[in-house]
């Protein structure tokens, strides 16, 4: 027998199980149903997939200021350009426009921040969006001080109003739901009682019920003269309507840590807020971030229903756009630019969640 001491040279892979054409072999065309499957999967992907294409590509009409230059053959994508505006900044003064874009590019430079592991003083940074940045924001978006015109916030609108429902319904919803999951764990009868009815209250009704509510109904209740305005209103009812289902996602991720741990950290002198704040909160939320961004993508998607209270957001503006007798007939642009949009974000916040899950390992593979 002989025993070779010399280390073999690395030698490729062999071609037929890397590449596209293996991928392929092995995954669509691996055995006479698979390959059937997959042939008639491509075919029912052709007959659908072309005519879109064609539609929404190669015949559609792209240039233009008005109905006028739309073929018909295709997409007119002209009503989106002419409207574009208006879908973004509603009813916003044009002259202001740069304050819109002013507030959401420093929002984007904060999250960039944040989520860009490399950059420090993420500490700093978190306090500054939380306690400085929405001040900024309203002044600048208000306005009323330091020489900025007042624009009311009926004249919000577009994508604009999405974002700042969606955005304040989250910053806001998640630290309440927080207090209000640990509460509905408490032993303090009061404290535990008062959480479960305030969960249970807002989670037995439907959203556009709290809206409709806070709209009509809380302004007959108010002292005469004394008025809150309408968005704000709104952003309240939809912020405690989703801190009532965040409080639930949460306490589903307090009840998966072992009760040993909290022992522990009990046994070792740590206070009732030093063990939950340290130990038992960081892998309860760490557990529930696909909970937590499932219950935000549903906010996202639910600013829509401010329509009912005459608040328009994206899809109400698109709506409203639709309305207008110069663009009859072009509905079916304006709602796939709206799901796009909607699409756009919803799937960028999955994303980000999934991404992480695997930074923080919580999909605990073996």
């Not at 002419?82 to 973004?88: D, G, K, N, T, V």
Request: include cysteine; glycine fraction near 8%; aromatic fraction near 14%.
């Amino acid at each position: 027998m002989t025993i070779q001491h010399k280390m073999i040279e690395a030698r490729p892979a062999p071609t037929h199980t890397i590449g596209p054409v293996a991928w392929l072999r092995a995954n669509l065309f691996s055995g006479p149903v698979n390959t059937l499957f997959s042939l008639l999967g491509l075919y029912l992907l052709y007959l659908i997939l072309v005519p879109i294409i064609q539609w929404a590509f190669i015949n559609a009409d792209w240039i233009g200021t008005s109905r006028e230059d739309c073929s018909r053959q295709g997409a007119c994508w002209v009503f989106i350009n002419a409207r574009l505006s208006q879908f973004i900044y509603g009813l916003y003064p044009r002259s202001e426009i740069w304050r819109v874009n002013l507030t959401f590019a420093l929002f984007a430079a904060l999250i960039a921040w944040l989520v860009i592991p490399r950059l420090p003083y993420k500490r700093w940074v978190v306090l500054v969006t939380l306690l400085v940045f929405p001040v900024v924001a309203f002044f600048l978006l208000y306005g009323g001080s330091f020489g900025l015109p007042v624009v009311q916030t009926h004249r919000w609108g577009g994508l604009m109003l999405t974002l700042i429902l969606a955005v304040v319904g989250m910053v806001g919803a998640l630290p309440i739901g927080i207090l209000l999951a640990l509460g509905r764990r408490s032993k303090m009868p009061i404290v535990k009682s008062f959480c479960v009815i305030f969960i249970e209250f807002w989670r037995g009704v439907p959203l556009i019920t709290v809206l409709f509510m806070a709209s009509v109904m809380l302004p007959l209740f108010m002292p005469t003269g004394m008025g809150v305005d309408r968005l704000i209103r709104a952003l309240v009812g939809i912020t405690l309507f989703q801190s009532a289902y965040m409080a639930e996602v949460i306490r589903g991720g307090l009840q998966a840590i072992p009760r040993g741990q909290e022992e522990a950290a009990a046994a070792l002198g740590m206070g009732y807020w030093k063990r939950t704040g340290l130990i038992v909160l960081p892998q309860a939320l760490k557990m529930m971030i696909p909970g937590i961004v499932n219950t935000f993508i549903s906010l996202f998607k639910d600013t829509t229903l401010v329509m009912i209270i005459g608040l328009f957001d994206l899809l109400g503006i698109v709506q409203a756009a639709l309305a207008d007798s110069r663009w009859l007939g072009f509905s079916l642009e304006g709602y796939i630019f709206a799901a796009f949009i909607f699409w756009i974000f919803c799937f960028s916040m999955s994303r980000y969640s999934q991404y992480l899950e695997r930074k923080l390992h919580t999909g605990h593979k073996r």
